[in-house]
């Protein structure tokens, strides 16, 4: 049973940064590809950005890419997401996914096979 526990969600003003943090627990990153999802209100979840194989492998959206980092410590077990020059339109509910290693590129079975943190709010103001 693989659990997801994210943080470091909240209200920042439009070109500012903020840090998710997702730490894991059930299986090993190396068995794992990790990511992140995100939802705005009335609207789909959507992908955000993947990475497995200890970081050598990272994929993001055309939404944010340039202005999110993915990354991983791999001893902890845990995720970050480094959100840079955040627009308003990223205001959303954040999601950490745990996925096996064999989907790591596949996103659209992600709903379906992965495990699913809480979520973490994100609000950015204009």
């Known amino acids: 049973q693989v659990q997801l526990v994210e943080s470091g969600g909240g209200l920042v003003q439009a070109g500012g940064s903020l840090r998710l943090t997702c730490a894991a627990s059930g299986r090993t990153f190396s068995q794992s590809a990790m990511g992140w999802f995100r939802q705005a209100p009335g609207k789909e979840r959507k992908f955000v950005t993947a990475?497995?194989?200890?970081?050598?492998?990272?994929y993001y959206s055309d939404s944010v890419k340039g202005r999110f980092t993915i990354s991983s410590d791999n001893a902890k077990n845990i995720v970050y997401l480094q959100m840079n020059s955040l627009k308003p339109e990223d205001t959303a509910l954040y999601y950490c996914v745990s996925v096996p290693i064999v989907y790591y590129r596949n996103f659209e079975k992600w709903a379906d096979v992965g495990s699913w943190g809480q979520g973490a709010q994100v609000t950015v103001s204009s």
């Open positions: 990475i497995a194989f200890s970081g050598d492998y990272t």
